[in-house]
């Protein structure tokens, strides 16, 4: 099973689309289950502890949690795929903060903290860009053709 957590909605119905087709293409390998939590617009901090607090009550406590971060650590999809098949046995849950990042006691919390790349993207398109990377790695986890 893997779960992500997300903070926002999706709104543009392309973007929609776009994670039914990767969740539907998901479904032959693994369960997903994708939470979307409310985006705040406190000041800064308010907000940063705010979502923390949510995405924490989504947790639980045998969860292999895996961050996204830009600080975190930079795999390639081969890499990324051996991490997902090495950790199958657990319950993983990707999450993707809100757009002033993540608070402290998720951070603590997390199991690995991961990196997409040195670029900023919408959480949005992130969103897509994250199932797309799992989809892989399971493709290239039974040795299907997709990735080159």
Known sequence: ??????VGKVKEQYFNEALKEYEKR???YTKLQIIE?????YDIQK?????????????????YVIVTNINGNKLNSVMLSNFINKN????????IGGSYGLSDDVMKRANYCISF???TFPHQ????????????????????SYHK
Request: hydrophobic fraction near 45%; include cysteine.
């Open 1 to 6: 099973m893997i779960k992500v957590i997300c």
């Open 26 to 28: 998901l479904s032959k």
């Open 37 to 41: 939590l409310p985006d705040y617009n």
């Open 47 to 63: 907000t940063i502890l705010e979502e923390g607090k949510n995405i924490l009550s989504k947790l639980n406590d045998n969860d």
């Open 88 to 95: 199958l046995s657990k319950n993983l849950v990707f999450i």
């Open 117 to 119: 790349s040195d670029l």
């Open 125 to 144: 398109l992130f969103r897509i860009i994250l199932l797309e990377q799992i989809y892989r790695s399971f493709k290239i986890i039974n040795n299907e």
